[in-house]
């Protein structure tokens, strides 16, 4: 699987919208862009994943750069409950790819002030 | 929802024991996963299942095995456990997805975790 770039932390302020870059500038045609995150002393969470299109699902909206080098995850208004480590991750999903397991990086750490 | 449970929340082991971290699944998913997550290295995968009987390594299989007799079932064995296996051990779910129709993306679903601790 390709690698991402994320920053290793990141700070917002409760109830504003949150954007949380990734870069992966190596993606490949049949490579899914997906999105977890980690809430304190819990398992990584599925939030969203796209592979073109911007995506929207009741927890977050996935921007998608045209030349697909990069990434957004947006929250769209940050609560407390939402501080956690994200993980930008491209898996491929290609036909033949195999079914092949997620590779996690290191993730951006999001701290949300009240 | 998908639940994912694994078997003890904290673990304390001594140094050469056998240990068993179990990991149970509902929702009849084909695939099972152990990762272990260290401060500064972050996940790592230990071994995965797709079916029954079948195993494959993941990045660091040393020192491990894996059984997985029941679908629902996949069980983590440290042989001999040693201090540097002292780390939290996370095992996750998902279905097995493999056709033209629905490309390799089902969301893998979490337990809480194991934090397993050898002295």
């Not at chain 1, 990734?22 to 994943?49: A, F, K, M």
């Amino acid at each position: 699987d390709a690698k991402t770039t994320q920053p290793n932390s990141m700070e917002s302020n409760e109830e504003e919208p949150v954007h949380l870059p990734c870069n992966h500038s190596t993606i490949s045609g049949t490579d899914y862009i997906h999105w977890y995150r980690q809430l304190p002393s819990q398992g990584p969470e599925y939030v969203i994943h796209g592979l073109t299109s911007n995506v929207n699902n009741r927890m977050a909206s996935l921007a998608i750069a045209e030349d697909r080098k990069s990434s957004t995850l947006i929250l769209h208004r940050a609560t407390l409950r939402d501080a956690a480590v994200y993980y930008c991750i491209l898996r491929d999903g290609g036909y033949n790819s195999g079914n092949t397991p997620l590779v996690f990086g290191k993730g951006t750490r999001l701290s949300v002030i009240a | 929802d998908v639940k994912v449970t694994q078997s003890s929340r904290y673990l304390v082991k001594r140094t050469g024991e056998k240990v068993f971290l179990e990991c149970v699944q509902d929702m009849d998913h084909e695939n099972m996963f152990w990762y272990r997550q260290d401060p500064g290295l972050g996940l790592r995968l230990i071994y995965f299942s797709y079916d029954v009987k079948m195993k494959e390594k993941g990045d660091i299989p040393e020192g491990y095995s894996v059984s997985r007799e029941k679908k629902e079932r996949f069980s983590l064995i440290l042989e001999s456990a040693s201090t540097n296996q002292t780390s939290m051990y996370l095992c996750a779910s998902s279905l097995f997805s493999g056709t033209r129709i629905l490309p390799y993306n089902s969301p893998l679903h979490f337990g809480n975790g194991t934090r397993l601790t050898v002295t």
